[in-house]
Every structure is written in structure tokens, then in C-alpha cells.
């Protein structure tokens, strides 16, 4: 499978397995799992068509880890990035680094100083502990902002913190006394 193919497949499998499952007819589990056969024969409906070898080749290659398998490999979901509100991953609480970063652009600093980060319509906010991640995220909407969060700050207040599958850092919201701003 081309790179190309792989891409247009990885967008089309972040739709269903982090937003809309319905639009192919799919239903996901309550943790977001999806049968890996009934997602190919519906896709394939839709004339969106993979195998089982080439889904198998996007989750071992995609740059970020946005998949996942099972253990036998006949279910697969997404790591993070949902905004299907009843998907729970079974995550579980985790203490963070002293320090993540999340990347951003220009147009949305003057929101997150008055709110900080927000979800949004994703499930989590999302922080990493690699400052090149958080320049390539970024930068996929302009010129990349990197926004420092003191998050081991923001745990000894309470606030959780989990880690996704892929190793991306998520937390319900980073309010803007915890994020280190270049005057």
C-alpha cells in the first residue's frame, strides 16, 4: 500500500473510530472497540476498501500510534481523540512529568490566556512530554506556538492526569495559571 493510500485510510479510520462509527453503520463498544471484520466489510461498502494485512500495516506505522489491536487482533480503537462522550478507554489516573507541552498557533493564544486549554469536543486535552511532537502538532495549522504546561503542579492540585496507549498525555483541562507564556 502507497503512502498516500495509508493516509486517506488513517483519516478515514480517525472519523469512525474517534467520531462518527455511525456513518459506515458501525457500532463501537463502550471502550470504543470496533470488530475488526464488520469495519472492513462496512468500509469496503462504502468504497473505502483495506485489508486486515494493510489495517495491520497503518497501526505498526502511523507516525503518532493513533490505534491500537486487541490481544488477539480482532478488535482495534483509537488511543485518544474522541469526541463520542460515551467511549470510556479505561484509563487509569497517572502522576505526570514536571512538564508537557501542547502545540498551538496564533490565532488561538488570546482564548487560551483567558481560559487556558479547553477540550473542546474531544474527550481530554491533549499534552505531550516531546517538544518536537508538540511542534509537529502545532505546526499543522501555521506557524507552531508551544505552550509549556506545569502539570506536576497542576496534579499536587488535583487535577488528573492519564496517559494514552500511544503515550500522549490527557487531562480534562489546563487552566492558564498553569501555562508558562513568552511575553
Do not use: C
Not at 505498526?60 to 500510534?65: A, F, G, P, R, S
Amino acid at each position: 500500500m502507497n503512502d498516500k493510500n495509508k493516509k486517506r485510510i488513517s483519516k478515514f479510520l480517525s472519523l469512525i473510530l474517534r467520531h462518527n462509527p455511525g456513518k459506515i453503520g458501525l457500532e463501537l463498544d463502550e471502550n470504543g472497540w470496533a470488530d475488526i471484520n464488520e469495519l472492513i466489510t462496512k468500509a469496503n461498502k462504502r468504497n473505502v476498501r483495506f485489508s486486515k494485512e494493510s489495517l495491520e500495516d497503518i497501526v505498526e506505522t502511523n507516525d503518532k500510534k493513533r490505534f491500537a489491536f486487541n490481544d488477539d487482533k480482532t478488535k482495534i480503537r483509537a488511543n485518544q481523540g474522541h469526541s463520542i462522550t460515551t467511549i470510556d478507554l479505561k484509563l487509569e489516573s497517572l502522576e505526570p512529568p514536571a512538564y508537557l507541552y501542547h502545540g498551538t498557533v496564533g490565532k488561538f493564544m488570546s482564548a487560551i490566556k483567558t481560559n487556558g486549554l479547553q477540550k473542546m469536543s474531544r474527550q481530554h486535552v491533549h499534552l505531550t512530554n516531546e517538544l518536537e511532537t508538540a511542534v509537529k502538532v502545532g505546526s499543522r495549522r501555521g506557524q507552531a506556538i508551544i505552550l509549556n504546561i506545569r502539570a506536576k503542579d497542576m496534579h499536587d492540585k488535583g487535577y488528573t492526569f492519564y496517559q494514552s496507549e500511544n503515550g500522549v498525555w490527557l487531562t480534562d483541562a489546563v487552566p492558564a495559571e498553569f501555562i508558562a507564556f513568552k511575553n
